[in-house]
T-cell receptor, first 115, second 110 residues
Framework: GAGVSQSPSNKVTEKGKDVELRCDPISGHTALYWYRQSLGQGLEFLIYFQGNSAPDKSGLPSDRFSAERTGGSVSTLTIQRTQQEDSAVYLC?????????????FGPGTRLTVT | QKEVEQNSGPLSVPEGAIASLNCTYSDRVSQSFFWYRQYSGKSPELIMSIYSNGDKEDGRFTAQLNKASQYVSLLIRDSQPSDSATYLCAVRINDYKLSFGAGTTVTVRA
């Protein structure tokens, strides 16, 4: 079946502009995660959505970052007034929250470059 | 103390040898453990999951879990150049969240 999809694959924007990144999870997966991976760095958790529950926003680095998930499926991560330090790969993952394992599957990512 | 620790490497092994990667974690109640492979410029790909003590084998990969010692390892047998990648260890820390290690870079020499 289809995996997690993300768009755009690459985004170059000027400092101060707003950007929107999109994630379409695996069909039937109720949990959706956003991560950030800076060059040569590990995965940084940003936000988690599960059904109609309140999202876990504990990883969002500043109030310039926000995310929403409409209809329990597609999610959009918005970064307002982008800064050069926002340059990174933004990864989306989805999961079924059943059983012990809770395996997360990643999309291909969006490479964001802020000039 | 970091939740999940891995040796950053690089780990260089000759083709056909066994690559051994180790990961330790701090939360004794963690229940599920994962290994992801990440090629340069690509996203992480799940290659192994384990939650019971002992060994779990899948093709050339074997995951080993020891909850008493709080470590999980990954063995790659008959290493191939295509195994050259960064391997991320991940530990489930609550109902839904994973904590990731920084990754071990593996280079397989032809």
């Amino acid at each position: 079946g289809a995996g997690v999809s993300q768009s755009p694959s690459n985004k170059v924007t000027e400092k101060g502009k707003d950007v929107e990144l999109r994630c379409d999870p695996i069909s039937g997966h109720t949990a959706l995660y956003w991560y950030r991976q800076s060059l040569g760095q590990g995965l940084e958790f940003l936000i988690y959505f599960q059904g109609n529950s309140a999202p876990d926003k504990s990883g969002l680095p500043s109030d310039r970052f926000s995310a929403e998930r409409t209809g329990g499926s597609v999610s959009t991560l918005t970064i307002q007034r982008t800064q050069q330090e926002d340059s990174a790969v933004y990864l989306c993952a989805s999961s079924q929250l059943t059983g012990t394992l809770v395996e997360q599957y990643f999309g291909p990512g969006t490479r964001l470059t802020v000039t | 103390q970091k939740e999940v620790e891995q040796n950053s490497g690089p780990l260089s092994v000759p083709e056909g040898a066994i690559a051994s990667l180790n990961c330790t974690y701090s939360d004794r109640v963690s229940q599920s453990f994962f290994w992801y492979r990440q090629y340069s410029g690509k996203s992480p790909e799940l290659i192994m999951s384990i939650y019971s003590n002992g060994d779990k084998e899948d093709g050339r990969f074997t995951a080993q879990l020891n909850k008493a010692s709080q470590y999980v390892s990954l063995l790659i047998r008959d290493s191939q150049p295509s195994d050259s990648a960064t391997y991320l260890c991940a530990v489930r820390i609550n109902d839904y969240k994973l904590s990731f290690g920084a990754g071990t870079t593996v280079t397989v020499r032809a």
